[in-house]
Nanobody, 116 residues
Framework: QVQLVESGGGLVQAGGSLRLSCVAS????????MAWYRQAPGNQRELVAI???????DYADTVKGRFTISRDNAKNIVSLQMNNLKPEDTAVYYC??????????WGQGTQVTVSS
């Protein structure tokens, strides 16, 4: 019943911007945090950004100053504003929700491709 749907991915030139959004539905439990991960071909999945229910944030060093995570708790939406994109940002980006009373849930991912 829980479903996470990402959107906003696409192809963009280096230096451009994209905004990813993730809408969670079927949530009947408390959520402690929402996060964005990414996985490039041949690489491990890595944490990009995370935001708690109270709004505290953490970012991977590689995206600090370029990416901003935000959330709407009432609507169960988490977004990722990505500015000054680089080719190394190319990956499939996944939305995830975190809870102390439930297992983690993941979306299907959205492709971000940055050309040089």
């Amino acid at each position: 019943q829980v479903q996470l749907v990402e959107s906003g991915g696409g192809l963009v030139q280096a230096g451009g911007s994209l905004r990813l959004s993730c809408v969670a539905s079927g949530i009947t439990f408390s959520i402690d945090g929402m996060a964005w991960y990414r996985q490039a071909p041949g690489n491990q999945r890595e944490l990009v950004a995370i935001i708690s229910r109270r709004g505290s944030t953490d970012y991977a060093d590689t995206v600090k100053g370029r990416f901003t995570i935000s959330r709407d708790n009432a609507k169960n939406i988490v977004s990722l504003q990505m500015n000054n994109l680089k080719p190394e940002d190319t990956a499939v980006y996944y939305c995830s929700i975190k809870s102390r009373v439930e297992r983690d849930y993941w979306g299907q991912g959205t492709q971000v491709t940055v050309s040089s």
